[in-house]
Nanobody
Framework: QVQLVESGGGSVQSGGSLRLSCDVS?????????FAWFRQAPGKEREGVSM????????RYADFVKGRFTISQDNTRNTVYLEMKSLEPEDTAMYYC????????????????????WGQGTQVTVSS
């Protein structure tokens, strides 16, 4: 089964930037594969941040990060990135990389319960 390992988290000031990385182990699958970033702050529910579909690069973003965050995948498909700009204290959370190997409806692309493989997370802290 595919394994995911996140890195790149840290502490930044408001308005700063970070790039998160999700290292993906080698896998073979002939169907749809989705990689996504989720985040969870203390006392809050896990929420979808962004998604990218393997092979075709289709992306989806939560409204609260549009224009600030960018998800991408390297040419070898071994790493999924989340470029974060204009970070705000509200972005402080544990960020998780996740994957699923199934087709999904558009409405579920950022639904955590539909993802079956998860990394350990990387902490992002934004100070004002």
């Amino acid at each position: 089964q595919v394994q995911l390992v996140e890195s790149g988290g840290g502490s930044v000031q408001s308005g700063g930037s970070l790039r998160l990385s999700c290292d993906v182990s080698e896998y073979t699958y002939d169907g749809a594969v989705y990689f996504a970033w989720f985040r969870q702050a203390p006392g809050k529910e896990r929420e979808g941040v962004s998604m990218i579909r393997d092979h075709n690069g289709y992306t989806r973003y939560a409204d609260f990060v549009k224009g600030r965050f960018t998800i991408s995948q390297d040419n070898t498909r071994n790493t999924v990135y989340l470029e974060m700009k204009s970070l705000e204290p509200e972005d402080t959370a544990m960020y998780y990389c996740a994957a699923r190997f199934s087709y999904a409806q558009s409405s579920s692309l950022l639904l955590a319960s539909t993802y079956t493989i998860w990394g350990q997370g990387t902490q992002v802290t934004v100070s004002s």
